[in-house]
């Protein structure tokens, strides 16, 4: 039954955070469970229903998934959602019960809560389920097949759901129609279908879900909320006062009572909210909140001296399950006996579990588990005291009625005395027992509280120093530091499992104190918690700063490295380059091509030094870190050292060279070279920007004037009238007898010189072209 309730829950409420997730624009979740576990699901959630940013951790870990869990319980309190029995560690860990206990407490708030508060306040009620129960009554008064109690059985057969929705819409459907459907599954799933397309309410419920012995009340609330929340919201005083009237559920005996209020179970609790203080509630059942890293539930409880169960004469007069029926009908001897030997073998089966128990453990975590299954044992006992007062009771009446013999009545008071001893031998074990129990939880968890605190301070004054070390000065001190922090990682995720462990601190006080000596533990887990949460923060944004500067060092290291071997190659074609004593011509013109392309080259590679400084000026924002920038400076400026060399060795070599032409041919001058190198470097600018902007073709080139500037187009004109006297002088030369001479001889040599001077002429010329 539990796990088909669970079942239910699952699919419910998954519908209903799926059509929340629908108003908000976002992904749907497949699985409830596994969907919240990492919080950035359940934050997108309390982020549609809050209205408010809520950022997420970015990464995947456990430990950024219990921060995003933390940040979601710390908006539900923020909102005064109670959660109750619900820590981060449980969302995380998919715990069943729990999650779903969890989303229950935001439908609670926002769906029935919000959805009713106008009304309540109206009406200065503040039990939401009794005004809805009173509103569904008042609806459907007047349908005599329908009679609404409560919010599980009476909804089976589908008749008070057809009934709610027809009381106020009755042009929907013909309620005679619904009647006389032979199965509840068949008006369920009309009634789903009617509030879905005519009045806009989600399917959260299936019809096989509800029509059950006992369908699940919470999803029968949410449903029916859905309902109030479009439907008239008129509820009188009369429908309240009526619902008030109702018959009650079977509660608890006046025994039990006084057993759950006064030693065995979180009868008062006192729950710790790091941000705002503590507040009391009622409930025979733990409660928790999680909030932030640590918290504890407190368990009030009276003098461990005093009996819980009374000694003597033990009575439990509104105990009908055992014992009435032997009260109702003639006390006799063999009804007693029949009755006495049950409880003496239930009794000896609750002592066989106490011995079971075995000894306290010293793990803290195990011995949580010890102290609840205690309580469990101790609220067995309080449901089986009546059992022992009455068969106590049946014996005196037994003895008072005066039918038994002397012996008899000898008999029945030595069983009377021996149940009693028994019974109270019992007690006082479990009483101790509990007491032991209490006893040592606490102080293992006063020993996890200072072993927390103890590594607290010791990784506080560990990341002061990380702090306070300067990041690099190169790059392997960088790497150094990085795995470093690597390594506080992992301590933290190792640390996790001891927060973890006091997420669900039990306290026991005692009730003349309670207050008074809660108030310093409270103010201890909370300085815990805000130092856990600093530390975590920190390392978290030391992570990314790290990651951010590393990457930027090793783009410029990178960089530098590409920048530096560039320069020593062209150092090298530079050293290479004759820029004296040339063979011929050929090897003059090659030294004067190979230092135009040296020059393009240094022209592009300017961007690079761009480059270099901007990575730079980057990194040193982000390092901060004196001594690196001076390093950062002074390696720049050899760079530019190295680079002013470069270019003063190009220079100078093109000097050289223009010398050396001026000598071989003295027409042409050193300047002439020098404008020639630079435009045939100014040639490859053109070709190198062409390339790098990728640009079409260009079309093809039409006849039209040009406007050149007078000085190149005279030294143009200079040059073209000497290349012509030149080729008219080689002409003359040709037709000469000397030229006769020449090939009778075999003798070209001073030919071959005079026409490499030519070739020359007509190199200077063509470029001079180019340029125009």
Not at 26 to 40: A, V
Not at 743 to 760: C, H, I, P, T
Request: aromatic share 6%.
């Amino acid at each position: 039954m539990e796990d088909e309730r669970e079942d239910v829950q699952k699919k419910t409420f998954t519908k209903w955070v799926n059509a929340q997730f629908s108003k908000f624009g976002k992904q749907h979740i497949e699985n409830l469970f596994s969907d919240l576990q990492d919080g950035r699901r359940l934050l997108d959630l309390l982020e549609g229903l809050t209205g408010q940013k809520l950022p997420k951790e970015k990464g995947s870990t456990r430990v950024h998934a219990l921060n995003n869990v933390n940040k979601a319980l710390r908006v539900l309190q923020n909102n005064n959602v109670d959660l109750v029995n619900i820590g981060s560690t449980d969302i995380v860990d998919g715990n069943h019960k729990l999650t779903l206990g969890l989303i229950w407490n935001i439908i609670l708030h926002w769906q029935v809560k919000n959805v009713m508060k106008n009304i309540m306040a109206g009406l200065q009620q503040t039990n939401s389920e009794k005004i809805l129960l009173s509103w569904v009554r008042q609806s459907t008064r007047n349908y005599p097949q329908v009679n609404v109690i409560n919010f599980t059985t009476s909804w089976s057969d589908g008749l008070a759901l057809n009934a709610l929705i027809h009381s106020h819409r009755p042009d929907l459907f013909d309620w005679n129609s619904v009647v006389c459907q032979q199965s509840a599954t068949q008006r369920l799933e009309h009634a789903f279908n009617i509030a879905r397309y005519q009045l806009g309410i989600e399917k959260l419920l299936d019809p096989e879900d509800v029509a059950t012995t006992y369908p699940d009340k919470k999803s029968i609330l949410m449903y029916i909320t859905s309902l109030f929340q479009v439907l008239p919201q008129q509820v009188s005083i009369e429908a309240i006062q009526e619902v008030e009237m109702l018959p009650r559920p079977p509660k608890v005996t006046k025994e039990e009572h006084f057993q759950l209020h006064h030693q065995m179970h979180y009868s008062q609790q006192i729950t710790v909210s790091l941000a705002q203080g503590y507040e009391r509630t009622s409930s025979p059942k733990p409660r928790f909140k999680s909030y932030a890293y640590t918290q504890a539930a407190y368990v009030t409880t009276s003098d461990p001296t005093r009996s819980p169960f009374p000694s003597q004469h033990l009575e439990a007069p509104e105990d009908k399950s055992f014992g009435s029926s032997l009260m109702e009908s003639e006390v006799n001897l063999d009804r007693y006996q029949t009755a006495l030997e049950e409880v003496l073998s239930w009794l000896l089966s609750a002592e066989d579990t106490l011995q079971a128990q075995g000894e306290i453990s010293n793990d803290v975590e195990v011995v949580k588990e010890q102290f609840h299954t205690h309580e469990g044992y101790m609220m067995d006992l309080t449901a089986h005291q009546g059992r022992v007062g009455n068969i106590l009771q049946l014996g005196s009446q037994l003895i008072g009625t005066g039918k038994l013999s002397e012996d008899e009545e000898t008999e029945v008071q030595e069983q009377m005395n021996l149940l009693n001893s028994r019974w109270e031998c019992l007690r006082v074990a479990s009483m101790e027992k509990q007491s032991n129990l209490h006893r040592v939880l606490m102080d293992l968890q006063n020993q996890k509280l200072k072993e927390l605190n103890d590594w607290l301070t010791k990784t506080e004054e560990r990341t002061r120093k990380m702090e306070e070390e300067p990041l690099g000065p190169d790059l392997e001190d960088l790497k150094r530091q990085v795995q470093q922090h690597k390594v506080l990682q992992e301590d933290l995720e190792q640390e996790q499992v001891r927060v973890n462990s006091l997420t669900h601190m039990v306290v026991v006080v005692d009730e003349s104190s309670g207050d008074h000596a809660t108030a310093a533990l409270e103010e201890q887990l909370k300085v815990l918690g805000d130092r856990w949460a600093n530390i975590c923060r920190w390392t978290e944004d030391r992570w990314v700063l790290l990651q951010d500067i590393l990457l930027k060092w090793q783009r410029l290291t990178e960089e530098q490295c590409l920048f530096s071997a560039w320069l020593s190659e062209k150092e090298d074609v530079v050293n290479r380059i004759h820029t004296t004593g040339f063979k011929d011509q050929n090897e003059m013109l090659s030294s004067l091509q190979k230092l135009a392309v040296l020059k393009a080259d240094l022209e592009k590679k300017k961007q690079s030094m761009d480059k270099l400084y901007s990575l730079k000026q980057d990194l040193l924002s982000t390092l901060k870190n004196k001594s690196v920038t001076q390093k950062m400076e002074a390696w720049l400026e050899n760079f530019a050292r190295c680079w002013d060399n470069l270019v003063q060795k190009l220079e100078k070599s093109t000097a050289q060279i223009s010398q050396a032409v001026t000598t071989t041919q003295p027409s042409l001058t050193q300047t002439t070279v020098m404008e020639t190198v630079t435009m045939v470097t100014t040639r490859e600018q053109i070709l190198v920007k062409h390339a790098q902007e990728e640009l079409p073709p260009p079309p093809p080139q039409k006849k039209r004037q040009i406007t050149v500037d007078s000085e190149i187009r005279k030294r143009l004109d200079v040059d073209i009238t000497e290349l012509h006297s030149w080729i008219t002088r080689s002409e003359a030369v040709l037709q000469s007898p000397e030229f006769a001479i020449y090939r009778k001889e075999g003798n070209f040599s001073d030919l071959k010189e005079k026409v490499n001077v030519g070739y020359a002429l007509i190199f200077i010329c063509v470029h001079i072209l180019c340029c125009l």
